[in-house]
Structures are given as structure tokens and as C-alpha cells.
């Protein structure tokens, strides 16, 4: 049995495939599909397999039925069964997919971009977007671009934005663009006993050595007051920045902190531990010093780097030290050194500009497009007028962009002109050629069309050529007149005489009618063109005394002797012809086949040419006279008479 796609007229084998467009329902039928349906190919196996086209706004590029997908944005489809969409023009714009017509491309005129501090330019087709203008950033240039965010004023400094730069409004002090050269107002000899003079916002410091005090290292310690001297010892100033103890029996030491017993008295100072031995003490001493009793304190300053051109200086008191730095260094706050200012630790150049510090100050190295101390300036690349054709330069960020919409160029630049014949707008079938111009083309358009594109069929009936209620047909061109009956020439103009063309025989004499013709026909000649004759000698014998003979539908008769006529009827009178037969005044009386002259007196002969010598009835003594044919007697005196016979 026929299988699903197959069917024979009976179900069984030899199986035929569903035609195009049917599908199966059993094994001895296919049925049509709906109206608006087809099936790719034969052999559909059932209604599924009908598929219905693609409606506006959808597409199948394989054959414009289902399953369909919806047009892309920026394109539209205003066809049924489309294999594509058609692309909207490269400064329009969709806002959503599936669009049916091409009043659904919207000019990006219309389009909102929202830039609040910039312009909307179409960068790529069929999109715009912000090119924000200087000091605003963000996709809808909404955000100003803070040149303080990055708190560039040092020693507090003030800071105040202008558009892309700042300004620092600096303390007293303080000096530079950005506040960073503290004001020297130290001298050589501001601070006093060899204080260690620092120069601080607005005043100078003075860190003083020991035993000494006051904000210029003026006043002399009393070294003394502090007690140095324990268990009892006597403290003595030595020059007012050392002391000596005199220590009471038992005790010992620079500070009388030695016991003389071993670890009697806690003789192990400064923190130091003490272990008794034999004979003797020992004492652990804290790292920052030394000695026998940890009485020597370890000179710090000698363990520690201050940094650059910094001064260390020790307190004994409290067994510490204080690096004191050097104009643009800085404390280290957590190893206590001094260290170059980081003038790049505040991120002092923008717009990703790389910072170098250079012990005073700091160098900004920019990135492509920027410039400026602080690299807050965004270098104009349109200056140079880079945009050819008229093209509208924005200045970018290192770049530049070129807007060539209706110039007609394209490219970086605007220096390739568009090629507008490229899409083949011209209607192939009506354009001989397209011709490309800027910003724009021209359809050479084929002989009998005609619009823009070549897209219009001209229609040659439009002027009513055709005459007399003729049809006209249009053509690519050309037209053609279906004309009525009567009536013939291209335009219909001339009327159907058919004589001109048609030829009557045998000498008959064609007459026009309207739409029609007929040949009046010579005697004994018929049919339509009387090219027919009749042989007249055939039918019927018309020479009553002679011989028939044939002649191109009439007859001649050859008559018999003594006949004449056209039909040798009339029986020849020899009498009846122009020169007298019977001369003289002689009377003819015809005859078959002859005459008979009967002559007048005095003439005698068959024509009466010969004279009758009638002077014989003059009697004897007359005289004769002949005249015409005529005798007459001149008779003597004594006779008269016509013949003198009186």
C-alpha cells in the first residue's frame, strides 16, 4: 500500500508522489492545500506540511513561508512571502523589529538621543548617540567631569572647578598650582644650639637637641630636674646636656642603678633584665641599649635611615628618635622615615594621564588627545579640518569623527564618494544604466519607461491613438490598436477599402461597401471575383447561320454565306451598303446571296453601268440626243412626239 506522500488509484504500488502544493490524506488521495498555503516540493505527508506565507513584516530566505522570523531592526517588509527584508536607508531607524512599510523607518532626526550637554551625531547607521561637550561625560552627557574629584590641592589647599580645570587657592605658606612648594622660611640661624630647623605651612619649627628647649632651641634644660641620679645619688649638670651622679655607698652606675650586691638595687637600667651569677650580675638589655647594666643607649639614629637629605635626631629621655625631613619629603607614618613627596599619590593628572614625581613637583604625561598641565584639556583634532567634502568634523577623545550625511562621500574622512548606484535602485527591466553622482544617481531609463528609478511603464494608450472605439494595448514602447470591423492601419485610421487589395477578373469592375466588396462581373463571367466564364457556345448555339466560337466568355459567330449579324440571323442585303450598287439611278431589289438592278431607262447591266443605245426609236430624219442615261428625238418640222413617231 501506498505510504504517507503516495498515492496510486487504487493504494497500490506504482505509487506516485503528492503533487506541489497537495498532501496526503490516504493511500489513493492528496488534497489541495488552503489557498494561502503551498508545500516545498512533493510529497507532503499531511496538512502540516502546508505552509502558509510569511505575512509584512516577516521573512523566510528560503521560500517566504512559515516558519517565518521577524524582520530585524532597522529593516522592514511590506510583502507576503518575502525571502528578506528590505534595509532602511543608512540615517534612518526602526524601534522594534518586525516593521511592515518603510514610512515605519523613522529619519534619526526623530530619534532622541537625550544629550543634555552635547550632540547627537549618527556615528554608525542607523544610530545616534552624545558627543558631550568638554567638561561632561556619561552616555547622555549628564555627568560633569569634576576636575577636584581627585583633590589635586596639597597642604590645604583649596580647590575650585572650571569646566575641565581647576584652580587651587593655596594657605598661607604655600606656593604652586597646586599648593605643593611649602614657602621656605627657615634660616641658618632661626634655630638656636643646633636646633634642626623644619619648614612648616605658614612658620618654621625647631626640633631641638637634648637639653635643650623653647621654639628656638633658646632655653638651656635643666637636665638635672628629671631625677637622673637613683637611689639616692647626687645629680651634677655637665654643660647643661649631660649629668653625673655621685652614688651612695652600695650603688654605682651612671645613674647610680647599679647595685654593688649582684641584682641588688635592680642594677640592669632601661628595662633591662637582670640574672644574678656567681660573683656577678648580668643584665639583658632592652634592644635599644647596651652596656653592663644597660645603661648605654644605642645610638638610633646611627641604625636608622631618615631618607633623603633628612636629619635623625635622638631623646635620650625617652629612648627614641625623630627623622626631621627635608623640604618635599615627607613622614612616613608608619616606618617614621622620610620619604620623597608622592606628588602622584593623589592622582593629580586626569583623564588617565600617567604622573611622574620630580622631587618638587610632578611631571603629567598624556594620553593621545589630551593636553594641559594636568592633561584636562582635550586636544582639538578638528583644527586641522581633517573632514573632506564638506563633511562635519566632532572632536573625540584622540580622534575625531566625520559626519558625512548628506554629502555624499563616505569614509573616515568623507573621502570616498558613495557609491548610490551600488544598491541597484534602478528597476533593471525599465534602466539602460545608473548613473552614480554626488550624493545621489540618475536611471538612464529604457525607451518607453520612465520615473526615478525607471520604475513606470509608459502607457502609450494614455493619448488615445487609437481611433474610431478601437482597443489599445499597451506595450514596452509601443502600442497596438485592436481595431473594429471596417476599419484598419496602426492607428485605425483607414477605412477597409477592400478593393485596394483585392483584384476582380476578367475585365469586372470591383465596388467598396463598408466592410465588404463585390465584383460586378462582365457578361457571362461569375463567382465572387468573376473568375469563372461561361462558354456560351456550349450552353446554347446562338449563331442562327454560322459557326459559334468561344472568346473569353462571350462568342464570336463566323456566319454562314449570305448571312450576317452578330448572331448570323439577318439574311445580307447586298443592297444595303454605302456606294450604290445599281448605278445610274438604277433600284436595287436584294436577293438571297445576290441582288437584281432594275435600271433606269437608258442603262442596262447587271449594276446598270452600261448604256442602252435607244437613238434607234429616233425615226429617220430626227436627231438623237443621249444625255444621262436619257434619248431624246429632235424631230424634224413635221413630227413631234417623244420618239417623233407624232
Known sequence: QCGPGFFSPNGLPPCYSCPTNTFWVNATNCLPCLADRVTRGNGAKS???????????????????????????????????????????????????????????????????????????????????????????????????????????????????????????????????????????????????????ENLVSRPVCHCLTGFTGDRCQIVQNICASAPCRNGGICTAIGGVRFSCSCPSGFTGRSCEESTDDCYGRPCRNNGTCRDGYLTSTCDCDPAYTGRNCETRNKLCGTVDCGPEAMCLENEINNTYICICKEYTELNSSTMTCKVKDFCARNPCLNNGSCTSTGSSFNCVCPFGYGGSLCQLNINDCLSMPCQNRGQCYDLIGTFYCNCSGTGFQGDRCNIQVDDCASQPCIATGTDACEDMVNGYHCRCKAGYTGSNCETDINECDSDPCLHNATCINMVNAYVCQCPVGWVGSNCETENKLCTTTTCLNGAMCVDYFNGYFCACNPNTYERNCSARVNICQVTNPCIHGTCQDSNGSFQCNCDEGYEGDQCGIQQNFCNTTLSVCKNSGHCIPQLDNYECICSQGYTGKNCLSTVDNCSLCPSGSTCLNVDGKVYCRCPLDKEGHNCDK
Open 47 to 197: 496538512q502540516m506540511d502546508c505552509k502558509a506565507s510569511c505575512p509584512p513584516g516577516t521573512f523566510n530566505e528560503i521560500d517566504g513561508h512559515e516558519n517565518c522570523m521577524a524582520c530585524p531592526l532597522h529593516h522592514y517588509s511590506d510583502k507576503t512571502a518575502a525571502l528578506s527584508c528590505t534595509e532602511c536607508s543608512r540615517n534612518q531607524y526602526t524601534n522594534s523589529t518586525g516593521k511592515t512599510s518603510i514610512s515605519d523607518c523613522l529619519t534619526l532626526s526623530q530619534a532622541q538621543c537625550f544629550c543634555q550637554n552635547g550632540n547627537c551625531v549618527d556615528r554608525l547607521p542607523h544610530i545616534k548617540s552624545c558627543v558631550c561637550s568638554d567638561g561632561w561625560t556619561g552616555e547622555y552627557c549628564n555627568k560633569s567631569l569634576d576636575p577636584c574629584a581627585s583633590h589635586p590641592c596639597y597642604n590645604g589647599g583649596i580647590c575650585a572647578g572650571n569646566g575641565t580645570t581647576y584652580t587651587c587657592t593655596c594657605p598661607a605658606g604655600t606656593q604652586g598650582t597646586q599648593c605643593q612648594v611649602i614657602i621656605k622660611t627657615c634660616t641658618d640661624d632661626y634655630c638656636q644650639n643646633n636646633g634642626m630647623c
